[in-house]
């Protein structure tokens, strides 16, 4: 290798360095910021710490797996987003370390090294030939000149020239500085208020997330944060009126964890209004703040509402939704599926269970919710008609089997009228995303009691079998009746499992194709007669008299009923549960925040803030006044220049160049002004 060669082969960089320069570099911030950027909006658009069962049913087993592994349902406390956080620090801070001393250096620094062809070559310049002036007189001039345009200037003499050195706004840097720490400051913030101490603390097994429902008072140590364990934490509690909390639940994953407050929190009353359209107007809760140590025995009473907090301590209490605190409740619950007509009288509360055993088995009724008012479209409003009807308090429960499968149920109170007639109405799905298929029982009198009557005895096959057998036989065909009630009996044992699809299928299996439509309307003949029959001995039994036919109140019901039994074969439950008396218990349910980090945020945003003025709004302006004796008198070439706003600094230049020219007696020379876009 020659002497040649080896001056060309490029030294090697130390590891440090290069550490150095990738973690400093743009790219790396720039990719980072685009990898947030896009994280939090996957965290805005998906809904954050949500129960997994959403998700599954949401996204399917499949994409909730996926999604989970990636960590997207808590995208600010994924290891990953914390991680790119933490980089962007790193990166960030790089840069300012590498770059805080070059600009410091230049915000002070005048630039007096300057060349006259380079100056000659700037776009703002002007040159004078000065006879009978010397250079101290100059110098003066010119100096005199940029201090009372708002120059700081410093002069250095080369002996054959002089140069003099104007800057103003040279703070302009410290934009580019103010803006990069505040990356820093707010993104340190951020892993402050983040739960990466939670994640620190789980990972060290100081603490683990509890997965089963329990109350809070049962739940385990390792489960329970105390006042002070973290700098940070959002929790939520909901209070039912009259209680009081000293305690919030931290959502973390498939879990939970309990956070104890130094303070209680007393609900004395919740309050919530609503629009015409039904959705919640205003909610309000008045509170009181238990707080031995700092309030002695007076508690803090304070009101919370929407976008308007309570903040005590450092802890800020938010309003952020409301439910049912454990509503008493008296049901009645009327046999569908057995020829009982008399109900079952039961009561509970939101919240708790009830235990039943009906045909299929043992069964739960979990009462899940309990609403006062149901403010919905009238059935008949066209779109875009504002016309609402409140159908009164209604109540949520499931139905769940022994073996742990459940039916979900929304019933209303009291019966609503549908096209001139009451109906008591109950919805069922079989999953919680799908939507509600009801059932319209019809009422008579306010009340269902005459349908379910009239199911029980269609369930009654002694009743029904007794009945048919009354029937005025025909005197020449015995045998003929016998079969015919065979038939009706056969016929309404079929609508009683399977509704009108069971007939339907029935003829198909014993018709031939080419008298099916025949046969199936003689059946539906047959079964509508019976159930006339047994619907007309209900009615007898109720006093109504029928001999001379029924009235068109009665006959429209029976048309109702026939309905509202061919659909009971999907409603899946054994019973109609009817809610007849209710007491009201309405709970807030409160947020609440503690931010350790708000103060170094705030901090951030300010530096964020004085950042972007002092970079849009002043600019680093410099000026060289360059003097050198000849021909007797003296040169003066004038030239500036300006890191941003070029047409105010052209302005600027020819103010600076009219007053030396003012001060030398020669005319100022002519400039090009750049335009100003607007």
Sequence with gaps: MNEATARETPSR????????????????????????????????????????ANYVLKFGPFWFEVFGWLGLYDVYGSGWFIGILGFLILSTGVC?????????????????????????????????????????????????????????????????????????????????????????????????????????????GQIAIERRDLASGEVPAISRLQPGTIPAFRGNVMLPEGSAANFVFLRLRDGYLVQELPFAIELKEFQVAYYDTGQPKTFISQVRIHDREHLGDQPLEATIQVNHPLVYRGYAIYQSDFGDGGSKLELSAWPLAGSRSEPLELKGEIGGTLKLTGSAGSLRVELDDFRLFNLLPEPDAKPGDRKFRNFGPSVGFKLRDAAGQAREYFNYMAPARLE??????????????????????????????????????????????ALLERATPAADKPEFQHDLNLVRANLLDLFVKGGFAAITERAKAVVPPDRLPEATKLYLSILR???????????????????????????????????ALAALPDYGAPFFLQM??????????????YSGGTTVVYIGFALLIAGVFIMFYTAHRRV???????????????????????????????????????????????????????
């Design 13 to 52: 960089r130390p590891l440090g360095w290069v550490l150095l320069e990738f973690f400093g570099s743009m790219n790396l911030a720039i990719s980072l910021l685009v990898i947030i950027a896009v994280a939090s909006v996957i965290g805005t658009v998906l809904q954050q710490n949500q129960p997994y």
């Design 96 to 204: 300012l370390y590498r770059q805080v001393p070059v600009m410091l250096r230049e915000m002070v620094r005048f630039r007096t090294q300057v060349q006259l062809d380079s100056l000659r070559g700037f776009q703002q310049r002007a040159e004078w030939l000065l006879p009978g002036w010397d250079g101290e007189r100059v110098t003066a001039e010119a100096t005199s000149a940029l201090r009372a345009c708002g120059y700081r200037w410093r002069l250095q003499n080369y002996g054959d020239h002089r140069v003099a050195a104007g800057m103003r706004g040279g703070y302009h840097r410290l934009g580019y500085l103010f803006t990069h720490a505040a990356v820093v400051v707010i993104g340190i913030g951020g892993l402050m208020d983040g739960n990466l101490w939670l994640k620190l603390k789980e990972w060290r």
């Design 420 to 465: 001139d007639r009451l109906f008591f109405i109950t919805g069922m799905r079989t999953r919680p995303g799908d939507a509600f298929t009801y059932l319209h029982i019809p009422a008579a009198n306010n009340s269902p009691e005459r349908f379910l009557k009239f199911n029980a005895r269609v369930h009654d096959t002694e009743r029904v079998r």
């Design 529 to 563: 007669d019976t159930l006339a029959e047994i619907f007309l001995e209900i009615l007898r039994e109720e006093g109504v008299p029928v001999e001379q036919g029924v009235g068109a109140a009665e006959d429209a019901f029976f048309n109702d009923a026939v309905s």
């Design 580 to 593: 007849t008396r209710f007491q009201q218990v309405e709970a807030s349910g409160l947020q609440v925040t």
């Design 624 to 678: 060289w006044a360059w003097l050198a004796a000849e021909e007797g008198g003296t040169r003066l070439v004038l030239a500036g220049t300006s890191g941003r706003r070029q047409a105010d600094f052209a302005r600027e230049f020819a103010r600076i160049e009219a007053v030396m020219a003012r001060r030398f007696g020669v005319e100022p020379q002519p400039q090009p002004v750049p335009p100003t876009h607007l």
